[in-house]
């Protein structure tokens, strides 16, 4: 799942769905209870109620797809989810270390930058 064109978004569905649906049962998820268009080419992620097996549905330009994945040990570590919330959006990168078992409610670093005043190249002026 890395590599995903920049305007691909995708979504993360809170709800635990029964793995039981298709295509047609997640693009109705996807369109009634997100409310979101499933034929927009974003993803759409799901997890099962054993939270063993994540589903990915996504349309590619004259049909859907869809990705499964089954986990043969553990379970996934579902994001934080506000109360309420439908969907998590994340980024290519949180589906990827998602998919790959990484509990993306670990804290992240904060985002440095240079400031202007800070020394350049071990420019340490005395």
Known sequence: MKGLPSGVKVHFGTALVDMRNGIDGLRAVVDQTLRRDPYSGHLFVFVGKSK????????DKNG??????????????????????????????????????????ARRLSRWSPSIESPIDGDHRS
């Open 64 to 105: 859907f797809v869809l990705y499964l994945k089954r986990l043969e040990q553990g379970r996934f570590q579902l994001p934080v989810v506000r109360e309420g919330q439908r969907h998590v959006d994340m980024d290519s990168t949180q589906l990827a270390m998602f998919l790959d078992g990484i509990d993306l409610n």
């Open 52 to 59: 063993d097996k994540v589903k990915i549905l996504f349309w």
